[in-house]
């Protein structure tokens, strides 16, 4: 059973719970009871998470439309030459989200194009699949979808997904659609959220999505062991700003619908946080000294998914390599 968002969150607040007393000792029975407890309360909140479960659609104009839920924000574009997906959450969303797209168009699911490899954005991709489209993505997402990949930062391993949900056409830098009427690019934007992102533009609709190197009102993660750095998502949001105009509708891979100005106030703020734990690395301190500091204590608006604390964690690893 694989688990991630909010039940993976759970998960490791039981088992760190258990094991927050350093001088207990935990028997083979006492783990046994850990471990049950963990299993249970993993399927309530599955359980709870699936009853729960909803989509907000929002209509941008031109066929396009963005699906919200619990993941990253889908993109749909529907119309005569059939539908263009760009990601797909998870796979246990997938009933609902195949309901909600027929709801728009009920013309074949053509193509899926992930904008990265983070199972909240390509977990539906064997469900897609099923239903008849065929997955597009950069090189490097089918090479991390096919193989583990060890994350220092969450101290986990993300397991290879099944042969089904690869990328059945990958691309290394860019990839044009002529689709709907649409001119839809795909642009690669290397070493940005991971090493495979790629952001998808609609020309005549003037519909931009970001993926998950735009985190809107929010921290971003930055996958630096997925190869993202913090240098290549700012430089990602500046090749996003370039291709946006005053009036165009920006997609965030988190959060609600934006625009150039909310884009801009996000890059800005990365490059600050960046800057600002720079200094302090200039200055020769190690993280737990900046930590103490705490040089994002003026953020506090933008801790969520990403806290301060992660924030200035990530910012000294991508620029020293080092986790502490």
């Known amino acids: 059973m694989k688990v991630s968002g909010p039940i993976l969150a759970l998960s490791f ?35 709870s998470e699936k009853t729960q479960y909803a989509l907000t659609k929002s209509d941008l104009g031109q066929g396009v439309y963005m699906l919200a839920g619990q993941g990253g924000n889908i993109g749909v574009s529907a119309g005569a030459d059939g539908i ?10 997938i009933p609902t989200i195949l309901n909600e797209i027929k709801a728009i168009s009920d013309g074949p699911i053509k193509f899926v194009i992930n904008t990265h490899y983070h199972g909240d954005h390509s977990g539906g991709n064997a469900g897609m699949r099923e239903a008849g489209a065929t997955i597009i993505a950069h090189d490097n997402v089918r090479a991390r979808m096919s193989t583990s990949n060890e994350n220092k ?39 940005a959220h991971t090493d495979g992102d790629a952001i998808i533009y ?3 609709a003037d519909i931009l999505h970001m993926g998950d190197n735009f985190f809107n009102g929010m921290f971003p993660y930055v996958d630096i062991d997925g190869g993202g750095s913090v240098d290549g998502m700012i430089a990602a949001l500046d090749r996003g700003l370039a291709l946006a105009g005053e009036k165009t509708q920006i997609i965030p891979g988190h959060g609600p619908m934006s625009s150039k100005a909310d884009m801009k106030a996000a890059r800005d703020m990365l490059a600050d946080v960046q800057a600002r734990v720079k200094k302090h690395i200039d200055s020769g301190k190690k993280l737990d000294a900046i930590l103490a500091e705490n040089p994002l ?28």
């Open 84 to 93: 263009f997906v760009i990601d797909d959450q998870f796979a246990r969303f």
């Open 202 to 204: 609609f020309r005549e």
């Open 297 to 324: 204590e003026d953020y506090a608006q933008y801790a969520a998914f990403i806290n301060q604390e992660n924030m200035i964690k990530i910012a000294y690893r991508s620029l020293t390599g080092q986790l502490e």
């Open 153 to 191: 930062f969450w101290g986990r391993t993300v397991e290879a997904t099944a042969p089904e949900a690869w990328p059945a056409l990958t691309f290394s830098e860019n990839m044009t659609f002529h689709f709907n009427g649409q001119t839809v690019e795909a642009v690669h934007v290397p070493n």
């Open 13 to 47: 607040a039981v088992v760190l719970a258990a094991c927050s007393e350093p001088t207990a000792q935990v028997s083979k029975t006492d783990a046994k009871d850990v471990v049950k407890e963990v299993a249970a309360k993993t399927k309530t909140a599955a359980a």
